[in-house]
């Protein structure tokens, strides 16, 4: 045990409890991040556009306030190592009432998350992507149905009404007149 207390600790982490958020739409901000160099993912939070890149740009300048005054780390060599988002307690999110047509109302959920950040200065041994070399973009990505609707082949051509009665009429008139 005492080997482990006096080597220097190589991580600085940094929480964020009962962020007023989905966790759907921090983790698409989080896994932008992740793996990046510190510098590297505060410059794409800053200038990312999405609300829910504000909590977690504060969230890594607090994970690097803690690596640097803690643990005397560099901070110019800092990765973000791992970012997990976590739903919040299940029955602890607020409701809103959301009124509907004749009378009804539907409650809203506004759900809670919890976001974990851990900076290191050992870069990361393996990043998950969704594909290999491609950026994540932090845009709204398009709908399964929509994606399928378009890799459809086109409909086949029906031939009008109009040209097959005309053929009928001609067909009737050259029958009565022989």
Excluded: W
């Amino acid at each position: 045990m005492t080997e482990t207390a006096t080597q220097a600790r190589t991580e600085a982490v940094a929480h964020l409890k009962f962020a007023r958020m989905a966790p759907r739409k921090l983790r698409r901000v989080a896994d932008a991040i992740r793996g990046k160099k510190v510098q590297e993912a505060l410059v794409l939070l800053q200038f990312a556009g999405v609300f829910a890149a504000r909590p977690i740009e504060k969230l890594v300048r607090s994970a690097v306030a803690n690596a640097e005054n803690n643990h005397n780390m560099n901070t110019d060599t800092l990765y973000v190592t791992r970012i997990t988002v976590d739903g919040g307690p299940g029955g602890k999110f607020t409701k809103r009432l959301d009124p509907r047509a004749q009378g009804r109302a539907y409650f809203k959920r506004k759900r809670l998350a919890h976001v974990t950040v851990v900076v290191s200065e050992t870069p990361p041994r393996r990043i998950a992507r969704a594909r290999s070399g491609a950026s994540i973009s932090l845009k709204r990505q398009p709908r399964r149905a929509a994606a399928r609707e378009a890799a459809k082949p086109a409909a086949k051509k029906t031939t009008s009404r109009r040209k097959t009665t005309a053929r009928k009429k001609t067909q009737c008139k050259t029958a009565e007149s022989s």
